[in-house]
């Protein structure tokens, strides 16, 4: 999962050793959620917040094929964690890995984590890295 950031990016590198290691193919998933406000359009800022993430998905991508790597991408609408592991279910996938900031104790609470709840939610193995 990505959700645009240079964070989240930093999981890429993982990623390719261990897909051109293991010959795998990677999903790059990226969750997008648009909240409507008084007098704008939902249905266009909706169309708007899918039509971001697939940019920034079709990037990635191209930068992962052109380092070797069999990759696809897809966009879900909804909430992130749970958005995460329906796929990884729905896809049969072999492992999620993902960034995480790290975050503990009153942060992690005020905050939340998306790292966190995947990890209790899901049900295939998941690689966190926390980028120094």
Do not use: C
């Not at 191209?62 to 995460?84: F, L, P, T």
């Amino acid at each position: 999962p990505l959700d645009g950031s240079k964070l989240a990016e930093k999981i890429l590198s993982r990623v390719e050793w261990l897909a051109k290691t293991h010959d795998a193919e990677v999903t790059l998933l990226r969750v997008a959620l648009a909240s409507s406000f008084p007098g704008s359009d939902p249905v266009q800022h909706q169309l708007n917040v899918i039509r971001e993430a697939e940019e920034y998905l079709a990037k990635v991508e191209g930068w992962m094929r052109g380092v070797g790597v069999k990759v696809n991408s897809v966009v879900r609408y909804g909430y992130d964690a749970q958005e995460i592991v329906d796929h990884a279910r729905d896809r049969d996938f072999d492992l999620i890995a993902m960034s995480t900031h790290g975050r503990t104790g009153l942060a992690q609470f005020v905050l939340g984590s998306v790292a966190n709840k995947v990890i209790n939610t899901a049900s295939v193995p998941i690689l966190l890295y926390r980028p120094t």
